[in-house]
């Protein structure tokens, strides 16, 4: 979905354990992202957050738990994909996390792995990293 000054926008969950973040990985896709996609028309973050970790992952988050961890963007004329910005959030979650839809798989990264990311997604690798989240 495209939103503001027309540049398209994706709500993603950053979720850290043991010194890893959770990443995931859609069918006929090399790289990994971080779960989460775009607004249905007027639907709000918390909304797409709970409905696209419903639809990938079989989980439920709460709302009401959610952080903003921060908005990160690439621009136009990006070598890999531009112009886009991601708005990622910390939330608590119920359920274990399935691998459903359009999820081929899930895995857990530590910072060393940020090159098998996308380029939007390496900037919040380095952002974990810096605030001591994720070495």
């Given amino acids: 979905m495209v939103k503001g000054n027309g540049v398209p926008e994706k709500v993603a969950w950053v979720l850290v ?3 890893r973040v959770l990443v995931t990985r859609s069918h006929g896709r090399d790289r990994f992202y971080f779960p989460g996609g ?3 028309p007027g639907e709000s973050d918390a909304e797409t957050l709970v409905r696209e970790i419903d ?7 709460n709302p009401g738990s959610m952080v903003h961890f921060g908005t990160f963007e690439i621009g136009e004329g990006h070598p890999d994909h531009g112009p886009f910005r991601m708005i990622c959030y910390i939330a608590d979650h119920r359920g274990e996390l399935t691998p459903s839809r359009e999820i081929a798989e899930k895995a857990w990264f530590r910072y060393a792995d940020r090159d098998r990311v996308s380029a939007v997604d390496a900037m919040v690798f380095d ?3 810096e605030a001591a989240r994720l070495s």
Avoid at 55 to 61: K, M, P, R
């Fill in 38 to 40: 775009h607004r249905e």
């Fill in 17 to 19: 354990r043991d010194d």
């Fill in 127 to 129: 952002a974990l990293h």
């Fill in 55 to 61: 639809e990938e992952l079989q989980a439920t988050i």
